[in-house]
């Protein structure tokens, strides 16, 4: 009971620590992405992939947002792995997607990206694609050092409360914030099921 009690101790904090005009600054974003007619590209390795991919039926269900991640096409991701390395593999899907100044791109990761460390390097490199290309840039993360915090428009950094926890609370968190966007009076056109 020890370890339950913590943890839900440590996402209470959290939620009370958490930068909401952040969350209300991306979705003023999506508002605009979507008058403007731009596409939502989220970005995300692991378990911030299964992240994006559920998020991505969520943008374009409920809020009409024309949303996509390259992650759900998994022959063209273990392809370009194969032929290219794991460093170029969204680089090189949002060049072929003409990724452009109407798009914006949302990463869902626990560290951000860090070149220097090798860690998500194909995150950085989509990202500086993007600033090349002048899209929007949102990030939903747990590391404030990380590369997509420092370049991101607007980014939700999840508070840090335990070092061992910050990847379930960052991933978990992701959700949170997801739904939070997509059930926003200003964004969600249709309504959910249940």
Known sequence: MLHCKTYFSQVSEICQQI??????????????????????FILGVGGSAANASHAVNDFRKLCHIEAYTP???????????????????????????????????????????????QVSVNVVQALKEAQARRARIYGIVGRVNGYTAQVAHHVVLIPQIDEKHITPHTEA???????CLVSHPKLQMNKTKW
């Open 19 to 40: 930068h909401l005009e952040s969350i209300e600054q991306i979705a003023n974003e999506l508002v605009e992405l979507r008058r403007r007619a731009g596409r939502l």
């Open 71 to 117: 992650t759900d096409n998994v022959s063209e991701l273990t392809a370009r792995t194969n032929d290219e390395g794991w460093e170029s593999v969204f680089v090189e899907w949002l060049k072929v997607s003409q990724l452009n100044q109407r798009d914006a791109v949302l990463v869902f990761s626990v560290g951000g990206g860090d070149e220097e460390k």
């Open 173 to 179: 968190f992701q959700a949170l914030i997801w739904h």
